[in-house]
């Protein structure tokens, strides 16, 4: 059972949209760019929020998935950093 509930992947779930300016990417960009890199849905609309309103734009936000652990996890480390060079 240990070992169960150490190998599943735990995300830290926001717990509200950070007020300030009006976010710059879409729903659909987050949504998106999750299936694209992440290869699933975000966890929840708060998720969606938080991203909306902590990235300026696509660029930043897909850095951001590139340099996941999540993401170096599925590809590996070298695969992740030469896909974070391609956006860079």
């Excluded at 240990?2 to 509200?16: D, L, Y």
């Excluded at 708060?46 to 599925?74: C, G």
Aim: hydrophobic letters at 35%.
């Amino acid at each position: 059972e240990a070992a169960i509930k150490g190998s599943q992947v735990r995300r830290a779930q926001p717990t509200e949209a950070p007020a300030g300016p009006r976010p710059t990417l879409s729903e659909y960009d987050v949504a998106m760019g999750y299936r694209m890199v992440l290869n699933r849905a975000p966890e929840s609309s708060v998720a969606i929020d938080a991203h909306r309103h902590h990235h300026r734009d696509r660029s930043a936000f897909v850095a951001t998935l590139l340099s996941s652990n999540e993401f170096k996890r599925r590809v590996g480390d070298d695969e992740a950093a030469r896909m974070k060079r391609l956006f860079d």
